[in-house]
Every structure is written in structure tokens, then in C-alpha cells.
């Protein structure tokens, strides 16, 4: 199959996306909005959502480049097209750094270009003061307001997130590189902050105290990514070119993409958004797979989660307060405000009345990619030899609702546990952890992408778990040192099951009994309701 379209994927140059013939989804409209909405705004989204797309467009906007917009819906709002001296910096090039003079150097390097344009004095040897003189120099030379566009505005501070000495030095030099924006606001024409999260200590947001966070807010919730109507309407002939690939219906190859790629909401009211990296790489090499892991899990998100201890098995139904999205990073209680900022976690639903989100994984690429980077971390289990061996069998049982067949997988594979590097230490702490067997079952499921649920409440009392299936919902008891009766009883008594009694779904109610000496599953009981 021939490819006409040209797929923007890893192209974050708006004036090249444009030039070269990219396949671009409209958000310009959006963006003329933001730009009227306050003189300062900061904007947080997962990597690769767009985010520098997003910044290059908005300086060839206000580079006055009106030829590079014809045919956007920007033509139809903006009538003045004047321009500005545009100060761009990308300050994700200055992480990984090991020292804080290290970071002052690099934050001059991302600085050169424009001094280039702008000039620099010989007392500016500090990045806060080079970044000074260029806001003055440039409004000075041009007469005209300047306009800053600063991206991942927090990338050196994520590295050394728990880092008790760099932390507190890296803040400094960041502290002293952005309070220059406050002092020049009166220069300023418009000032544009990405990033993942927000440090509550820099003068970003402790100086700027009339900065706009517009993370949230409905209107700009499309601002990235791409909707389900903007797949609709400009990306059939992708879809059907996948589809045909697949040799699958049109629509059978949305359903897909949605399951896979859909999901995301960033506000209490928001459409369905498509992860717009993923999407394009599937159309463009004309295959599904979960694209945004290739780079790997962020590291500093992991340590949050290691650090923090964090419930893996809570993530697909999390209930929280607004006030949890504003926790200042260096203050954070959990990993909560990171698992949603890096993308990992969505918005769910919000009521309105109690001003609670309910948070979830977003879709089948986030659930297995993040399976897939906790799986050795947690339990010392090798992931590929989880998934091309265990894991296959485990799940043709299941498909074929042959559940005695899948326990019996499941029974065989753990008694080999033990000899995983990493298991036993992790297997030593289930006398004091017994939810040690959830969260591995949890894993095992999830790389699956079979939605499971844990410690699900009832009437009276909690199912250690619950998994759902397209067509059979099973109801699990583990008891550690117990029996499969006694944990099938315990499902009777406690009546785990009758919540699914309207379900048209089949369901199985599951008792398994785990020996901590043999550490093994010693016995299972399977019971159709």
C-alpha cells in the first residue's frame, strides 16, 4: 500500500510541519484564544502531546509568518498579524546535568542562539541575568514588546526530584534564571510555560502571581492532542489505510485505535483525546503498538512511585479532591500529581458538587507500557519471559473460558518463582504484605490488558479481586496459609459476587489458597454462579 499522507512524527517545527506538507490537525483557533486570555500562561501535559508543536506555532504567530497559517482557522480571527521579537527556549536540553554550575552553563548554551540576535554585556555571567538583557535588549532594539515562549520549563529539577542537596541548588539556579520575567512584565506581550509539573518555589509561580494556568480549564482541553471528531473528520483515509493492513472494517480499526490510543481527558468536561505521537506513529508505519513506551517509563517518575510507596492496584479508580492537582512538587504526599501530569493517569469523571475527580489509566498503551516497566521493579519478574510464555497460555485459557486450565497455567507458573532474581527478597516481605499476590496478579492481568480491579468493596467487606472479561466476570479470594474453601467461603458469606447479578456477563467466583512455606499456589476452587 502506497503512503501519500506524510505523518508529522517527531517533527515539532510548525514552520517545517507546514513547509514540507505534514499532515497537521487544526488547534490555531485554540491557540488565538489563549493568547487573549492573559499575558502569562502555563500550560502542563504529558511528554509528547504536542507540547513543542505547540510552542514553535505560537512563535511563527507572533513572528508575524501570516503565509504559514493560510487555511487555518487562526485566517479568520486574527486581522492585525503583527510581529514580535520572539525569545524561544527549550530548557529540556539542560537537563541531566550533574552539578549546578553545569546547569548554569547549559541554560547560557539554550541562551546563545539569541544572544546571537540580541547581544550580551560582559557583567552578564549568570543565566538569569544573560536572559535579563536579552527581554531589554530586545525590546529596546525593536521597540515592540517581546514575546517569551519557555518548554519544560521543570525538566532539570524532575531528574533530581529526591535528591536532598541538588534539589535545593538546581531550584536556586532555576529561581534566579525565571525572575527576570517579573521584573520585565511591562516588556512582555505574552509569555507562554510548559512543563509536567509545578514547583511551587520558583518565581515562576511565586512571582508571577498573575500567571494563568490553563491545565485544566474545558475551553483549552483539545489545545493537544487529537479528538475523536478531529479523526472523524480529517483522518478517515488513515484509518482505512490501517485498516486494510489489519483486514478489518474501517470502523472494527477505530474501535481499536480508541481502546488503544483514546481516553485522555485534561478537565472535568473535556472531549476524548488521542495520544497524538502514538496515533501518528501507528498511521505512519501502519501498525498498532505502544509507541509512547519506546523511549522508556521516565525514571523520575518511577523513583516517585518507588518512594512513595504507591498503589499500583488503586490506580484504575481513584477518587480525588482539585486541590490534589496543585500540590507543589517538593511538597507532594504521593505521586498522584505526577502520575496524572506525566499522562500515566486521566480524568475519569468530576462532580461538581464536591469538586472530585475520578482518576484511571487511560487506555491499553499506558496500561501494558506501564505494566511492562513495574512488573521487574515490584516483583523481580523477567517481562518478556512473563509475556511470550505464561502470559500466552494464561490468556487463550481465559479467552476460552477454560478457567481450570488457566489456574493450573498459573499454579505451574509460580512455583517457579522463587527462582526469579529479585522474587524471593520480595517474597520474604508477603508474611507482613499480603497484598504481595494482588499487586503481582494485578501486573500479570494488566500486561494482558484484562481490566482487574482489587480489594473491591461490598456490603460487606472487600474482594481481594475482580476481573473482568468480555464475556465472564471472575470473583477472587487469595488466602495466604488458608485454603481454596475457606476463600470461596469467604466470597459466599461475604456476598462479593451479587453486585455483578444484573451483569449479563457469566460469573465465576474463584477461591485459591497459597502456602507462604512452599510459596506456591497449593489448591484453587472454581465455581460458575
Not at 186 to 191: D, G, K, P, Q, Y
Not at 288 to 300: R, V
Amino acid at each position: 500500500m502506497e503512503q501519500e499522507r506524510r505523518y508529522p512524527v517527531g517533527i515539532q517545527t510548525f514552520s517545517r510541519l507546514r513547509k514540507e506538507g505534514y499532515v497537521y490537525i487544526d488547534k490555531t483557533d485554540l491557540m488565538w484564544r489563549m493568547t487573549r486570555l492573559s499575558p502569562f500562561i502555563f500550560l502542563s501535559r504529558p511528554r509528547r502531546f504536542g507540547k513543542s508543536l505547540l510552542t514553535t506555532t505560537l512563535c511563527s504567530f507572533f513572528r508575524g509568518e501570516r503565509e504559514l497559517f493560510e487555511g487555518l482557522k487562526v485566517m479568520e480571527l486574527e486581522k492585525e498579524w503583527k510581529s514580535h521579537p520572539v525569545l524561544h527556549i527549550d530548557v529540556s536540553k539542560a537537563k541531566s546535568q550533574e552539578s549546578k554550575e553545569e546547569l548554569r552553563q547549559a541554560l547560557i548554551r539554550q541562551l546563545k542562539p539569541l544572544t546571537s540576535l540580541y547581544g550580551i554585556e560582559p557583567e552578564e555571567s549568570t543565566p538569569g541575568a544573560v536572559f535579563d538583557g536579552l527581554i531589554r535588549r530586545a525590546y529596546e532594539k525593536t521597540g515592540k514588546q517581546v514575546v517569551v515562549v519557555i518548554d519544560e520549563y521543570d525538566a532539570p529539577l524532575l531528574d533530581v526530584l529526591h535528591e536532598e542537596e541538588q534539589l535545593p541548588a538546581f531550584r536556586r539556579v532555576m529561581q534566579e534564571f525565571y525572575q527576570c520575567l517579573k521584573a520585565n512584565e511591562a516588556m512582555i506581550r505574552f509569555c507562554f510555560i510548559t512543563g509536567i509539573t509545578k514547583f511551587s518555589q520558583l518565581s515562576i509561580f511565586s512571582t508571577l502571581n498573575n500567571i494563568t494556568n490553563i491545565t485544566l480549564l474545558p475551553e483549552f482541553a483539545a489545545i493537544c492532542g487529537i479528538t475523536s471528531e478531529e479523526i472523524d473528520e480529517q483522518m478517515q483515509p488513515d484509518v482505512a489505510r490501517l485498516a486494510e493492513r489489519y483486514k478489518c472494517s474501517s470502523a472494527e480499526m477505530r474501535q481499536k485505535l480508541r481502546d488503544t490510543y483514546d481516553g485522555y481527558h485534561f478537565a472535568g468536561e473535556s472531549p476524548d483525546i488521542y495520544n497524538p505521537f502514538s496515533l501518528m506513529k501507528a498511521f505512519n508505519e501502519c501498525r498498532l503498538a505502544n509507541f509512547w513506551f519506546e523511549s522508556g517509563t521516565p525514571s523520575y517518575l518511577l523513583r516517585q512511585m518507588r518512594h512513595f510507596h504507591t498503589d499500583i492496584t488503586k490506580m484504575d479508580n481513584l477518587v480525588v479532591s482539585s486541590d490534589a492537582f496543585d500540590q507543589p512538587t517538593e511538597y507532594m504526599v504521593d505521586a498522584l500529581p505526577l502520575l496524572y501530569q506525566s499522562g500515566y493517569l486521566t480524568i475519569k469523571d468530576y462532580d461538581n458538587e464536591t469538586e472530585e475527580y475520578t482518576l484511571c489509566i487511560p487506555n491499553k498503551e499506558v496500561r501494558v507500557g506501564l505494566t511492562k516497566s513495574l512488573l521487574p521493579l515490584i516483583t523481580g519478574m523477567n517481562v518478556e519471559g512473563v509475556r511470550s510464555g505464561f502470559a500466552v497460555r494464561f490468556w487463550r485459557a481465559l479467552r476460552a473460558n477454560d478457567t481450570d486450565l488457566a489456574l493450573r497455567e498459573l499454579q505451574a507458573y509460580l512455583e517457579g518463582l522463587p527462582y526469579v532474581e529479585g522474587f524471593k527478597k520480595k517474597l520474604e516481605e508477603v508474611v507482613v504484605a499480603e497484598g504481595f499476590y494482588e499487586w503481582t496478579f494485578y501486573l500479570i492481568f494488566s500486561m494482558l490488558n484484562v481490566y482487574v480491579q482489587t480489594q473491591v468493596k461490598c456490603a460487606r467487606g472487600r474482594a481481594d479481586m475482580v476481573v473482568f472479561m468480555p464475556d465472564t466476570i471472575y470473583v477472587m479470594e487469595l488466602k495466604l496459609n488458608g485454603t481454596a474453601q475457606d476463600a470461596l467461603d469467604q466470597i459466599n458469606d461475604k456476598g462479593y459476587a451479587l453486585r455483578y447479578a444484573t451483569d449479563p456477563r457469566p460469573v465465576v467466583k474463584v477461591g485459591m489458597g497459597f502456602s507462604i512455606e512452599k510459596r506456591a499456589l497449593t489448591d484453587y476452587l472454581i465455581v460458575e454462579k
